[in-house]
């Protein structure tokens, strides 16, 4: 890669990126701007996959709202997102939980880690 395009890559890189992994439940703290207006929302689920790296690193998040599943992936190292809370951790065995989107109500759910 170009060394200039590195620089400013590694420029753009979060200090305060929290330690999450695939299978935990975060809550996302993401900025809108609706007009003239900016406000925080929050968004809970399951992290379905972490991929990318440096500051092209993203992460897909998913929950059930009413019960539709509904997923978002954001950019880790993106200033719209203000934090990222980890709620609690899941025992997975897997890098990418791709087969949560087939699986409704109990079944959905990732055991939770215990240390």
């Known amino acids: 890669m170009n060394e200039i395009i590195k620089k400013i890559e590694d420029a ?6 929290p330690q999450f992994r695939t ?10 701007k609706e007009g ?8 809970e689920g399951v992290v ?3 991929q990318g790296g440096s500051s092209r690193a993203t992460f897909t998040v998913r929950k059930s709202s009413g019960g539709i599943g509904v997923e978002k992936t ?4 993106s200033p ?22 087939d699986r409704v109500g109990k079944r959905a759910k990732v055991k939770e880690l215990v240390r």
Do not use: C, M, S
């Not at 954001?74 to 190292?77: A, I």
């Open 12 to 17: 753009q890189l979060r200090a305060d990126v």
């Open 23 to 32: 299978g935990d439940t975060v809550r996302v703290y993401a900025k809108i």
């Open 80 to 101: 719209t997102v203000e934090k990222v809370d980890v709620i609690r951790r899941g025992k997975v065995r897997r890098a990418k939980l791709n087969y949560l989107r």
């Open 74 to 77: 954001w950019p880790l190292h």
């Open 48 to 50: 379905l996959k972490k």
């Open 36 to 43: 003239d207006k900016e406000r925080i929302q929050v968004f």
